[in-house]
């Protein structure tokens, strides 16, 4: 069975600060798909990146970045000069493909950004 | 990628009523997925349905609680029945996007009074 583990509930940073958010995932698939979604205080869910297993590289876009490491099945978020706006609950989900296409979602962790 | 149109946004129910909530895609879908959020809670996969059969249901939901119906490749719906303080959740449905990325309909914010 699959598992997303989010150990931080929760995270306060001041506005500016460097931030990253932990994601570790268990599965025995070797072929799977890593996500992180953001959910503001308004609810709804905003997909911010997919990664597949066969991509190890890491992503840029923004102030956002993702480090993906196989050999520590961890996929962590980092936000750079975070702001205001960034408050929100961060959730990494991961999907197998034999697995009905659903997803596995993380317990997510609520980021507090602050003036 | 898919646009989601999903209602109502939220509504105050009493215990003992049912609620129905309509999620409608701009584009056919295969699947559409019903998930649950509990307060403070992460998102639970409730079921997934496909347009021509029944919904497949995850472990600890039934359709008796919670019946869907899927009429076409762009339409679904979830009802809540029955409802008590309990079932006050975010219920958000899901579809498969281009490469994979699922998207999200805005949310049904429920209050069981």
């Known amino acids: 069975a699959q598992k997303v583990t989010q150990a931080q509930t929760e995270i306060s940073v001041v506005e500016k600060e460097d931030v990253t958010l932990d994601c570790v995932y268990e599965t025995r698939d070797t072929t799977y798909y890593l996500f992180w979604y953001k959910q503001p205080p308004s609810g709804e869910l905003v997909f911010l990146i997919r990664r597949n297993s066969f991509d190890e590289q890491n992503e840029i876009s923004g102030r956002y970045s993702w480090n993906f490491q196989k050999s520590t099945s961890s996929f962590n978020f980092t936000i750079t000069a975070s702001q205001v706006v960034d408050s929100a609950v961060y959730f990494c989900a991961l999907r197998i493909p034999g697995g009905g296409n659903k997803l596995t979602f993380g317990t997510g962790t609520q980021l507090k950004v602050e003036l | 990628s898919a646009v989601i149109s999903q209602k109502p946004s939220r509504d105050i129910c009493q215990r003992g009523t049912s609620l129905t909530i309509q999620c409608q895609v701009d584009s056919q879908v295969t699947m559409m997925f019903w998930y649950r959020q509990q307060p403070g809670q992460s998102l639970t996969l409730i079921a997934t349905a496909n347009q021509g059969s029944e919904a497949t249901y995850e472990s600890g939901f039934v359709i008796d609680k919670f019946p869907i119906s899927r009429p076409n490749l762009t339409f679904s719906t979830l009802t809540v029945s029955n409802m008590s303080p309990e079932d006050s959740s975010i219920y958000l449905c899901?579809?498969?996007?281009?490469?994979?990325?699922?998207?999200f309909g805005s949310g049904t914010r429920l209050t069981v009074v």
């Open positions: 899901s579809v498969i996007g281009d490469n994979y990325g699922y998207t």
